[in-house]
Nanobody, 126 residues
Framework: QVQLVESGGGLVQAGGSLRLSCAAS????????MGWFRQAPGKEREIVAA????????YYADSVKGRFTISRDNAKNTVYLHIDSLKPEDTAVYYC???????????????????WGQGTQVTVSS
């Protein structure tokens, strides 16, 4: 059974930092694009960052560029999202996602991802 388990969310003041982790089990994602999405109440799920299987290519939504950093440790089958300079508008449930395509290019649409975690809540207070 494939599982993606996010952790690291919480309540933080504006300007603070968090590191989200996504641990995969049940299969390796070493050769797959991984992404982080978020969904705020009343809004659609949106991509915030993605990373290629090798880690050499990354994608960031314009709204998070310069503040979010995605990385991966294939030996640990884990993907990270480091968030700096948190803003109240970053408040959302953050989801980790895995693309089943091997050695694929980075996808930015949620429908391209086949595996999803349960999400971790990030709340930023002003």
């Amino acid at each position: 059974q494939v599982q993606l388990v996010e952790s690291g969310g919480g309540l933080v003041q504006a300007g603070g930092s968090l590191r989200l982790s996504c641990a995969a089990s049940g299969r390796t994602f070493s050769w797959n694009t991984m992404g982080w999405f978020r969904q705020a109440p009343g809004k659609e799920r949106e991509i915030v960052a993605a990373i290629s299987w090798s880690g050499r290519s990354t994608y960031y939504a314009d709204s998070v560029k310069g503040r979010f950093t995605i990385s991966r440790d294939n030996a640990k089958n884990t993907v990270y999202l480091h968030i700096d300079s948190l803003k109240p508008e970053d408040t959302a449930v953050y989801y980790c996602a895995g693309d089943s395509a091997l050695f694929g290019t980075i996808a930015t649409r949620a429908v391209a991802y086949d595996y999803w975690g349960q999400g971790t809540q990030v709340t930023v207070s002003s």
